[in-house]
Structures are given as C-alpha cells and as structure tokens.
C-alpha cells in the first residue's frame, strides 16, 4: 500500500503504538469483571493423555471461575511447551502467560479450545483467563509438554501482511475523524487494502486463507465513511476469525497506530 495520496499531520507522526488486536477486542467489545471464583465453575476440561512428552511429577494447572483470574507455578526442568484446554459459558475470552503479547491466545466460547504455549527457557509462568463477557465462567486445565511449538511459517507471513492491511484501516480512521484525511483519502486506502488482500487471496495458506476473499468482499462493499466499516458485521466477524488463527499461531494481528500515544 503506497498511502501516497492519505495527508497527515506532524503531530500524528509523534509517536508509533503497538496494539494487539485481541487487547482491542478486550478494551472495546467488553467489560471484563475483577476476578471472582463465586460463581460455579464449568467442569474443568480432561487433560491430555500422559505419554513420553511428560512426566507425571510435573506440575498441572487448573482453575476456574469468571472475570480474571490467575495461576502462577514453576516451569519443570525439560518442559519446552505449555498445553492450555479452556472451556466456558458465554462469549469470549483471552489466556496470557506473559507480557509477550505474542504469547497471548484469544477465543470464543463454545466448546474446548487447546492452545500450545513455548515455555522454553522460562522460570516461571503466570497464567491469566479474562472472560470478555460479565458473569461467564470458564474452566481451564494446563500440561507441561517436552515437545517444542513453533508457529507455522506461511500462517505467520498471512499475519503480517494483514496486520499491515489492518493498521492501514486503522489509522485512516483515527485520521478521518480528526480531519487529518477526508472521504477521498479514506476511500483510496480502503482500494490499496483490497488491492492488498486480493494479492494474498491468490496464495491462501489454512484457515486465513478460506476468509481473506471474504475480508476482501467486506471492503469492496459501499463504505463512504469508517463508520459503515465498523458496523459491518461482515467485516467484524471474518477479522475476529482470521484474529484467532493469528493467535493461535503465536502471532497475531498488530496494529502499528500512528495517532495517540
């Protein structure tokens, strides 16, 4: 995307914000209660079948409840992944076993998610479950593994390039609503975005790739301002979806901001 023709002030170039976009869905989509273990937990999810990636004197984690809540325990020697199974009641909600935010998972409730976690070479572990939605409760088992994760490369280059397209849309938002760019500008960067994601439509890779020309059909519709894009449903849902599986991956979507800060 060239972006030659989108105008901004020196003021928007002051300083450069990183956000992950599962902590945006976290600010912006819910309020998320200070923890409380009250409420009656799910019953917690079986956990993975010992076999000869783990050791039975390993620690196992689990806990339950609603709001945030923690658990924090040492990393075993030799233990190279953390093997996360969550199950809850209503809407969505966000595991974090660090302030790496690329080691952060997001989900959607229904059903048992499993998300891997690389602990290697980490002493100890926090592990934090933020339910999105007031009073939802969730229950959560934890295995140490031997075995190593890596994510995968083609997901991750899918990542990147939407993360850019993302940020794109991102600041030509902020921009408009301050006067920064008008309908014209917003309207270019919203063609350089689709432009974008054709180009990686003709190499999908996974579950990125069966919603990339679906992203693509949802900023070809008719969205004179940012508004109309962020009430299309279109548009939220298949960017929450490609979100995940950019989560999943250990590397999700980043907005790089350019006004605030």
């Known amino acids: 995307m060239t972006g030659g023709n989108v105008r901004r002030s020196k003021a928007a170039w002051a300083a450069v914000t990183v956000l992950s976009t599962g902590v945006l869905l976290a600010v912006v989509g819910c309020t998320a209660q200070k923890g409380s273990s009250n409420a009656e937990p799910l019953a917690p999810a079986a956990a993975a079948a010992v076999d000869s990636a783990t050791d039975p004197a390993w620690p196992v984690i689990g806990f339950g409840g609603s709001g945030v809540l923690s658990e924090s325990t040492a990393v075993p020697k030799g233990a190279n992944s953390l093997i996360i199974t969550v199950v809850c009641t209503d809407g969505g909600f966000l595991i974090s076993t660090g302030g790496d935010m690329s080691k952060d998972r997001r989900g959607g409730c229904g059903g048992a998610q499993t998300y891997t976690f690389s602990v290697t070479n980490s002493a100890d572990l926090v592990v934090t479950t933020t339910m999105f939605k007031e009073d939802a409760t969730f229950a959560l088992t934890g295995e140490f593994s031997r075995d190593k994760t890596e994510p995968d490369v083609d997901t991750a280059s899918d990542c990147e390039v939407i993360s850019a397209i993302h940020s794109a849309v991102y600041n030509a938002k902020e921009g408009f609503k301050i006067g920064d760019i008008d309908g014209g500008d917003w309207l270019t960067v919203l063609a ?70």
């Open 192 to 261: 350089e975005t689709r432009a974008d994601l054709e180009k990686l439509g003709t190499n999908p890779s996974g579950l990125i790739g069966q919603q990339v020309m679906v992203l693509t059909e949802a900023l070809a519709a008719d969205h004179a301002t940012p508004d109309s894009l962020a009430e299309s449903k279109q548009f939220v849902t298949t960017s929450d979806l490609i979100g995940q599986a950019c989560d999943a991956n250990g590397t999700p979507l980043i907005i790089m901001a350019e006004y605030g800060g």
